[in-house]
């Protein structure tokens, strides 16, 4: 993975505040480290854990663990499609994990075209150039900002019920 923009760290940033999350937790493939570091430099909350992940492995569980341990309100990633496919996969299957409530930087939005269906579904994110996107059932939409990513009122705590 190549360095992370500054339109695509400014949007991400924008879609986790635009949802009133104030802790984070960020998980990245090893390639991807630098664009975790960016995240939690420019976020302004408490960043509960930082896991990094390889883009191959026997079963992410370990990782997943440490992913959901906090139950922060927002899951930042980064990462190559292949590694997150997988890790995602995983964390859907052994934790609570909320697709719903994860937010991810280019190369991640490629995993829903081989992580099973519905994984992902509901996760958003920015392109390389700052467009935002949402992720249906196995298709990727792209949305108009930041600002109309989620109609709904309620507070982070309010949507983990």
Same mark, same amino acid.
């Given at each position: ?8 760290l400014?949007?991400v940033v924008a879609?986790? &505040?635009?949802? @009133?999350a104030?802790?984070?937790?960020? #998980?990245?493939g090893?390639e991807? %480290?630098?664009? *975790?570091? +960016?995240? =939690?430099?420019a ?6 854990a ?15 663990r440490r ?7 927002a899951?930042?990633?980064?990462g190559?499609?292949?590694?997150w496919?997988?890790?995602?996969? &995983?964390?859907? @299957? ?5 697709? #719903?409530?994860t937010?991810g930087? %280019?190369?991640? *939005?490629? +995993?829903? =075209? ?14 390389r150039?700052g467009t935002?996107?949402r992720?249906g ?10 600002t109309?990513?989620?109609s ?10």
């Open positions: 993975m190549t360095g992370v923009t500054a339109r695509e400014e949007t879609l986790v &505040r635009a949802q @009133r104030r802790t984070v937790v960020i #998980g990245h090893r991807a %480290a630098p664009a *975790a570091e +960016a995240f =939690a430099r976020w302004d909350g408490t960043v509960l930082v896991v990094g992940w390889p883009e191959v492995a026997a079963s992410w569980l370990r990782q997943a992913f959901t341990a906090g139950e922060p309100d899951w930042v990633v980064a190559e499609a292949r590694g496919a997988g890790m995602s996969e &995983r964390l859907r @299957r052994s934790t609570g994990w909320d697709p #719903g409530r937010y930087f %280019a190369g991640t *939005a490629a +995993a829903v =075209a081989i992580a099973p269906p519905g994984t992902l579904e509901g996760m958003r994110g920015a392109g150039d935002v996107w992720i059932r196995n298709l990727i939409f792209r949305e108009s900002s930041v109309c990513q989620d709904r009122a309620e507070s982070p705590q309010e949507q983990r019920s």
